[in-house]
């Protein structure tokens, strides 16, 4: 008898089903040695302050600057700081100043926290409130390179209004300590904001401090946020914050020292920002002028002037720390070590050297000899620039 043969269709169908387990043992062998996927950056938590504070992180210094060439300025000073022969040391008088060197009728002004208010300089803003009213004042070029903004000092000074408070940059990090000052802000960007809660000055940022500020009606967002002298020593009372002990300051001197004239003052700052300080020998102080028109106090409408004006060179190195939406990048002012420095009083000038002796310390003005360039008593506005500004003094 023959063998009987295996009935086609059943060939068929034991094919298909060989096919089919070997396509399945092939899946499963590719899941399981395929790749494992990776999180995408929507699902990994940031976070932008730390928990805690640790050492200060540095931000990127890029190769060039941006600066407009300038003139060259005439030779200066030699590189090499001059040693200081003289050291500054605290009036024993309670009543006088450390920031103005002027005798003040309560002493208890003096011992206050000085407050560190940024206050912007927008042309359609001016004039600002408060500015020609504070001790001291430094003036700084902004990132983008179009304007400027201020740091105002006020120890015993007085300004029912300071406005318009602007947001903090990288020199805050450098001014505010040399004061032990309170920085009274509106914000800053986040990598900024970040350094700064790691300091150890007292930070009074609008956003997590809004208590002591208003909103003006009648201004953009430029011009709107204000506050004062009292109401901000209020609130640092409020939060057990004030100090009650004088801090280091400068030395003073009502007497005109030598030097070469200084009586017209050009600062070529961006076109929106252009400084002109004229000497008035009638009362000894600097009347500023900005784009050729007298720059007014908006409290008092007085024109702003000052006693003393020191021009301060320093190198400003561009960052990749981005400030606006246009991409500006902030510029770190270097106010470490020590530069070239001129100061103008009386209607001369004195060339020299800023120096800081140690970081946060005290930034001390000495000329060629090593030798304190004593102030005169008054207010001070000192000027931030480029060591390559060809700031025009005759």
Known sequence: MSKPQPIPALRFSQKIIWSVALIAALLVTAACNGPIPTPTTESQSTSTIPPSKTARPTFTPLPTNTVPPTPTLAPTLTLVPPTPTEVPTPTSDPNISPLTGLRVSDPSLIRRRVLAVRIGNDPEIRPQEGLGLADIVYE??????????????????????????????????????????????????????????????????????????GVLAGYDWRGRIYTSVEKIHEYLKKRGQERDTPIKGYTFDPNPPQGQPATAIHIPYPSAAVVDWAYDAASHRYLRSVRGKPHLEGLTKEQIAADNVIIFYAEHKKTNIVEDSLGSTAIDIVMTGSGRAIVCRDGVMVEGRWIQVAPGELIQYYDAEGKLIPLRPGKTWIQLVPTDYNVVIK
């Open 140 to 213: 700084e070029v902004m990132d983008g390179w179009t304007i400027t903004r201020f740091t105002a000092l006020y120890l015993e000074s007085d300004a029912k209004r300071i406005r318009p408070i602007r947001s903090a940059r990288l020199t805050s990090l450098y001014i505010t300590p040399q004061y032990d000052a309170a920085l009274v802000h509106t914000g800053a960007s986040d990598k900024i904001r970040w350094l700064i809660s790691q300091a150890t000055f007292v930070d009074l940022d609008q956003f997590f401090h809004p208590e002591p500020y």
